[in-house]
């Protein structure tokens, strides 16, 4: 079955799949200054909150390892700007905070060991590609803990991308699909085209197409016919952020999928990592929602679409842990009250990648 590759390291660079080209291009990048991974996260090159924290590693690293630091002070000062660099990106996928932490945190022990600049380069891009194939061993994971929740033939529904674009492994949510599909489940998956920015029409579309598996593709404004009327099995979608309580954020219109799933009895469910959790805030109220360029809701691949009217454009929208079933994780399946399963799979043995 067929998985795109978002993102690798290379003895070149660091090698990026350009998102906003698909599905009529497939064009690369190589990245050789931190910055310039930086700008590819912020103008949505590589999107999706686990892709995003593999970048903003691969990003620290690159960084580290073309730094012009004679001494490991010197570097000491230039990593704080590395890190502000790619941290000021996008502010609502938590990956990106807790690669960067990571990396962080890598970079101490390094320090505290006397490590050699050579050694701490070293170090880094090891501590990267790490993170890259943990993302990866944590797809598979998630997949197979909400594969058991597919219904054994019928039509699921996802929104957004949540596919190997999004993450850089199988995906988490469309991980899910994925793995049922391959035990058998004769599955057929609604894709709204999620606007504006058409992440499902122009990713996941191409994704499921590529991967052989079934679809339709939907307009978002169809997502409630095809609700009560579709014999719709289950809902899994994405998260960039899981507050404490399990309200979570994903991709703005997931919000109105899981009040109209709740409308219809159709379990809606979260697939997502134990990165994505952010235990720190109580609820979703305290989840800040990015909010983008006016244009890419006036204009579609730089086409107008629109008169010049002021326009809105929350990236995101928090869906409240009331509506959502259950949440996947590498760790095991967390159910309500999430206070408590969320915390315990938190807490619980980290996967680790093979070695």
């Not at 109580?282 to 244009?295: Q, V």
Request: hydrophobic share 45%.
């Amino acid at each position: 079955m067929y998985v795109a590759q978002p993102i690798e390291w290379t003895d070149r660079g660091v090698v990026m799949l350009d998102q906003r080209r698909l599905p009529a291009k497939e064009i690369y990048y190589t990245y050789t200054d931190y910055r310039e991974v930086a700008k590819a996260i912020r103008e949505m090159v590589i999107r999706g909150a686990p892709a995003i924290g593999v970048a903003a590693a691969m990003g620290v690293a690159l960084g580290v390892l073309h730094s012009r630091a004679t001494s490991v002070d010197e570097l000491q000062a230039e990593f704080a700007e590395i890190s502000r660099e790619l941290a000021d990106t996008r502010p609502t996928a938590v990956d990106l905070f807790w690669a960067l932490q990571r990396m962080k945190t890598r970079f101490t022990e390094l320090l505290a060991s006397s490590a050699s600049l050579p050694e701490i380069r070293s170090a880094l891009i090891a501590e990267a590609r790490e993170v890259h194939l943990e993302k990866k061993a944590t797809d598979e994971a998630i997949g197979r803990f909400g594969a058991e929740f597919m219904p054994k033939e019928g039509q699921v529904m996802t929104q957004c991308n949540a596919g190997a674009l999004a993450t850089g492994g199988i995906g988490t949510a469309l991980g899910v699909i994925r793995v049922a599909f391959q035990q058998g489940h004769k599955l057929h998956v609604l894709v709204p085209e999620t606007r504006p920015y058409l992440q499902g029409a122009r990713l996941t579309a191409w994704e499921l197409l590529r991967g052989g598996i079934p679809l339709t593709l939907i307009t978002d404004n169809m997502v409630g016919h095809f609700l009560k009327t579709g014999k719709v099995g289950a809902i899994v979608t994405g998260a960039d952020r899981i507050a404490a309580n399990g309200d979570t954020a994903n991709k703005i219109g997931t919000y109105q999928i899981a009040v109209l799933a709740k409308e219809n009895n159709v379990p809606f469910y979260i697939a997502a990592p134990i990165s994505t959790f952010d235990l720190s805030i109580p609820d979703g109220e305290h989840i800040p929602i990015e909010e983008r360029s006016a244009a890419e809701v006036t204009h579609i691949q730089g086409v107008r679409i629109a008169p010049d009217v002021p326009a809105a454009h929350p990236a995101f929208d928090v869906t409240p842990s009331r509506y959502i079933r259950a949440i996947f994780t590498e760790r095991g399946v967390a159910q309500a009250p999430y206070i408590e399963s969320l915390r315990r799979l938190a807490a619980a043995q980290p996967l680790r990648a093979a070695p």
